[in-house]
C-alpha cells in the first residue's frame, strides 16, 4: 500500500479490515508481520520562507531534500536529527515523517531543544480515516499547539502524518569542539556540569568511547559568529585552567565528523549486540556506565546513555533502582518480543495513554507491534 496523495491515504485507512505498519524510509529498524503502509509517496517541500523560518513538508518527503534545500539559504533543522542507518543496518532514506513520528533528536537538543519544540503545524489521518489539521504554517500561529506536540513520539500509533510544519534557524557561522582524551567518568562529570552551568552556550556535550585506534574523547561544541565562538573558546579555556583540553578543533570538516559520530552512534554500528538508549538526569550518569566505558556513548551532558549489551540482557533490571527509561534501539526479535522496545508504563500513565490511543485509533490499526 503505497498512497500518492493524502485523499487516497484517508480513504485507504478508512477501508482497512486488519492492522498495519507504518513506514516511509524503512530506516528506524520498525518490522512485524502486518501488511506496510508506505508513505514515501507524499513527498515534496510544499512551503518554504527562508525569511520567515518556516518550512512546510510532506511526510513522506526525504531528509535529505529538506537539508538540502536548507543548505542553500544557509540554514538548517536545528534539533539535528539522527541517522539510524549505521546503527541499524537498514537501507532506504530517513524521511520527515519518520523523524518527526520518532521525535528524532541529536546533541544540539540540550540547548536547542527536541523535534517537538520546532514543530508547528501537522496534517495527519486518524484511525477512522479522517483528515486532521493542528497548528499552523508559521511561528505565531500555535492553535492546537499541543495536540501538535502529542503526534511527535507516537511512533505512528495515533495517526499516519501526512505533512509537518517546522520552524528551522540559521547555520552558524563558526564551531569550534573542546576535546579532553582519556578522560575518566567522574572527571567527565565535572567537565559537563562547569560547561553547561557556564554563561558560554555550550551546545554539545558527549563522550565517545576509544576504539579504532581512537583514545575515549570528552567533547565540549560552541557554536556561533566567527568573533562570539573565539570569545567563548578562550573562556572555557579560562574555566578549565587546571584541567585544559588537549585539543580544540575549529575545521568545520572534522567538527562535522565528531559531532555525527556522536549523532548517530557510530562507534556501535559494527559491533555485534543489543543497543540500549536511556534517559536519565545528567547527575545519575556515573550511576549508569558504571565501568562500561568501551560500550557506552554519552550525549546530552549526561542525560542520555546509548549502552552496547549482549544479546538477552535486561539492561532495565539492572538499572531498576535509577530513576529514567531506557529503550532497546537494537536487538533481535527474540529480545524485543522479550524484552519490549520501549520502557513499561505505570498502570497510571497506561491507563491515559490507552485512553489516548483509543480516541485517535479506535480499531487498533497503527502499527500494533509498537503497543506495548
Known amino acids: 500500500m503505497r498512497p500518492e496523495t493524502e485523499d ?16 516511509g524510509g524503512g530506516t528506524r529498524g520498525v518490522t512485524g508481520p502486518e501488511p506496510e503502509l508506505n508513505v514515501s509517496g507524499l513527498s515534496g517541500i510544499t512551503l518554504y520562507e527562508p525569511g520567515a523560518l ?11 531534500e529538506i537539508e538540502a534545500a536548507l543548505d542553500a539559504e544557509g540554514q538548517q533543522l536545528a534539533f539535528e536529527p ?4 549505521g546503527l541499524l543496518g537498514t537501507s532506504g532514506e530517513p524521511t520527515i515523517g519518520g523523524v518527526v513520528a520518532a521525535n528524532v533528536s541529536g546533541p544540539r537538543r540540550i540547548q536547542a531543544g527536541a523535534c517537538r519544540d520546532f514543530l508547528l503545524g501537522v496534517r495527519f489521518v486518524d484511525g477512522r480515516g479522517q483528515v486532521v489539521k493542528n497548528g499552523g504554517r508559521v511561528m505565531k500561529n500555535v492553535t492546537g499547539y499541543d495536540l501538535v506536540k502529542l503526534m511527535a513520539g507516537s511512533w505512528g500509533t ?7 510544519s517546522l520552524k528551522v534557524l540559521p547555520k552558524p557561522e563558526a564551531v569550534a569542539t573542546l576535546v579532553w582524551e582519556d578522560r575518566g567518568w567522574v572527571a567527565t562529570s565535572k567537565l559537563f556540569c562547569d560547561a553547561l552551568g557556564s554563561p558560554y552556550e555550550v551546545n554539545g556535550a558527549a563522550r565517545l568511547p576509544e576504539g579504532g585506534g581512537k583514545p575515549s574523547r570528552t567533547v565540549l561544541r560552541i557554536e556561533g559568529f566567527d568573533q562570539s565562538v573565539e570569545y567563548r573558546v578562550s573562556k572555557l579555556q579560562e574555566l578549565f585552567v587546571e584541567t585544559k583540553p588537549d585539543q580544540v578543533v575549529t575545521d568545520a570538516a572534522e567538527n562535522t565528523a565528531i559531532w555525527r559520530e556522536v549523532r548517530d ?3 556501535f554500528a559494527d559491533r555485534p549486540g543489543n543497543v540500549w538508549k536511556t534517559s536519565v538526569k545528567p547527575t545519575d550518569m556515573i550511576r549508569v556506565v558504571g565501568d562500561a566505558n568501551p560500550n557506552t556513548v554519552v550525549d546530552w551532558g549526561g542525560g542520555l546513555i546509548w549502552t552496547l549489551a549482549p544479546e538477552g540482557t535486561d539492561l532495565r533490571s539492572e538499572l531498576s533502582d535509577v530513576e529514567g527509561h531506557s529503550t532497546l534501539v537494537r536487538a533481535t526479535p527474540e529480545d524485543i518480543q522479550n524484552l519490549g522496545r520501549f520502557q513499561p508504563e505505570n498502570a497510571a500513565v497506561s491507563a491515559l495513554t490507552q485512553g489516548v490511543r483509543a480516541r485517535f485509533d479506535p480499531r487498533s490499526v497503527f502499527n500494533p507491534g509498537l503497543m506495548g
Open 8 to 23: 487516497e491515504l484517508a480513504d485507504l485507512v478508512a477501508g482497512l479490515t486488519e492492522p498495519v505498519r507504518i513506514a
Open 54 to 64: 518556516t518550512l512546510v513538508a510532506k511526510s513522506g518527503t526525504p531528509l535529505a
Open 82 to 85: 539522527m541517522d539510524h542507518r
Open 158 to 164: 495515533l495517526g499516519v502524518l501526512t505533512e509537518v
Open 265 to 267: 552512534i557510530e562507534p
